[in-house]
């Protein structure tokens, strides 16, 4: 099926250490929506968006739907190594039931 | 906080076994969803269902049936296991005032030797 481009595909940083990363996709969704994934584990929502230029934050971490509504950006502060997992991204294109997923970026912080 | 609980962790089976994974959410919603997690493969759609009794073949209903019987619970039936259903099996639900987020359990990991 369809996955979403999302970049980088893994990064290694320091603690402390500010993080981006981001999806993009070649149709346009109405709701955007980022994920945490730990080994073993179920993903964790972390934040939904549902407009263009939308920014939101949940503690360290903040996400934008991007103006053209077709990408959107994760952003993580102050990096700590609990950060550890795999970010993906889904959009929901309406009129649909379907989840479109991002490839997810792999995130190593080194104490 | 909604919460989306799958019964088992971890299930060993052998090829040709039937296997049941259960899924049972307690927030009310309308919407479920069966997905398998596959390195390089990512989140694939099973089986989706939109109401009690109702479903819909996802992008990969092959060897797969489900059941939903009440509106709290869904269920995946692997009718006869084979080793390439060994995956990573999600169970997520959606609904409510908030329908567009999409809940995930915890997941089973399932080996099928």
């Known amino acids: 099926g369809q996955q979403l481009n999302q970049s980088p595909q893994s990064m290694f940083i320091q603690e402390g250490e500010d993080v981006s990363m981001n999806c993009t996709s070649s149709?346009?969704?109405?709701?955007w929506l980022w994920y945490k994934q730990e080994p073993g584990e179920g993903p964790v929502l972390l934040i939904a968006?549902?407009?263009?230029?939308e920014l939101t934050s949940n503690g360290r971490l903040t996400a934008q739907f991007g103006i053209t509504r077709k990408d959107s950006f994760l952003n993580i502060s102050a990096s700590i190594p609990s950060d550890v997992g795999i970010y993906f991204c889904?959009?929901?294109?309406?009129?649909?039931?379907?989840?479109?997923f991002g490839t997810g970026t792999r995130l190593k912080v080194l104490a | 906080d909604v919460k989306v609980t799958q019964s088992s962790r971890y299930l060993v089976k052998r090829t040709g076994e039937k296997v049941f994974l259960e899924c049972v959410q307690d927030?009310?919603?309308?919407?479920m969803f069966w997905y398998r997690q596959d390195p390089g493969l990512g989140l694939r759609l099973i089986y989706f269902?939109?109401?009690?009794?109702?479903?819909e073949k996802g992008d990969i209903p092959e060897g797969y049936s489900v059941s939903r019987e009440k509106k709290e619970r869904f269920s995946l039936i692997l009718e006869s296991a084979s080793t390439n259903q060994t995956s990573m099996y999600l169970c997520?639900?959606?609904?409510?005032?908030?329908?567009?987020?999409?809940?995930f359990g915890s997941g089973t990991q399932l080996s099928v030797l």
């Open positions: 968006l549902y407009k263009a230029g």
């Open positions: 997520a639900s959606r609904g409510g005032q908030d329908n567009e987020k999409l809940f």
């Open positions: 269902s939109y109401d009690v009794k109702m479903k």
């Open positions: 889904a959009g929901f294109p309406s009129g649909t039931y379907k989840y479109i």
């Open positions: 927030m009310d919603h309308e919407n």
């Open positions: 149709s346009i969704f109405n709701t």
